[in-house]
């Protein structure tokens, strides 16, 4: 019993330092790939899944094309990707916030 639970708690440590340099490795990536010039921002919230401009024109009752105006004159924080503007929810209403 006792090499049992020696053995689990091997294992999560073993599987915390993994997971330790697996996250050192992909912030040293992006911080390369910032440095670099190609991604503009580290994304702090990677949990929150990104939204299209229509779902922020539907949340503020305005035109997708209003929206994306306000992201490329950098009113509203967003990105193209793959030629579509997505956007963080929690930021677009956080930048709202502050033009209000």
């Not at 996250?23 to 992006?30: H, I, K, W, Y």
């Not at 949340?59 to 950098?74: D, E, F, N, T, W």
């Not at 924080?77 to 956080?94: E, M």
């Amino acid at each position: 019993m006792i090499a049992l639970l020696l053995g689990l708690a091997a294992f999560t440590v073993a599987a915390i330092a993994s997971h330790v340099l697996v996250e050192s490795r992909r912030r040293e990536v992006m911080r390369s790939a910032l440095a670099s010039g190609v991604i503009d921002a580290i994304d702090d919230q990677i949990d929150e899944d990104m939204v299209v401009a229509a779902e922020i024109a539907r949340h503020y009752s305005i035109s997708p094309g209003a929206v994306i105006k306000l992201a490329m004159r950098g009113a509203i924080p967003g990105r193209q990707i793959d030629g579509r503007w997505k956007f963080y929810p929690s930021r677009v209403i956080d930048a709202m916030e502050r033009v209000r």
